[in-house]
Nanobody, 125 residues
């Protein structure tokens, strides 16, 4: 069982930056691919970023590519999402997720087994 806790959300103006963190309880954290997803009111959960166990492989949708960066520190059991040049359409609850043990990166929510409680990001125009 992997317990995930997100932090770092908040209210910012358009163009600002935020860094989200997700701390994992599992000592084998480095064996899991990780991902970030977001969900805005009335919308489906949306893929934001994914990273493999070593951090060498990452993936993003076009909507955030070039603005968001996912990274991880396996020594600290933590994955990060650096968000730059935020836009009002980035407003959502952001969730981190752990994929299948020894699995690969994925953009699909159903390939992640463990989820955090979410952190709110609000971007004002």
């Amino acid at each position: 069982q992997v317990h995930l806790v997100e932090s770092g959300g908040g209210l910012v103006q358009a163009g600002a930056s935020l860094r989200l963190s997700c701390a994992a309880s599992e000592r084998t954290f480095s064996s899991y691919p990780m991902g970030w997803f977001r969900q805005a009111p009335g919308k489906e959960r949306e893929f934001v970023a994914t990273i493999n166990w070593s951090g060498r492989i990452t993936g993003y949708p076009d909507s955030v590519k070039g603005r968001f960066t996912i990274s991880r520190d396996n020594a600290k059991n933590t994955v990060y999402l650096q968000m730059n040049n935020l836009k009002p359409e980035d407003t959502a609850v952001y969730y981190c997720a752990a994929g299948r043990l020894h699995g690969s990166t994925s953009a699909f929510a159903n390939e992640y087994d463990y989820w955090g409680q979410g952190t709110q990001v609000t971007v004002s125009s």
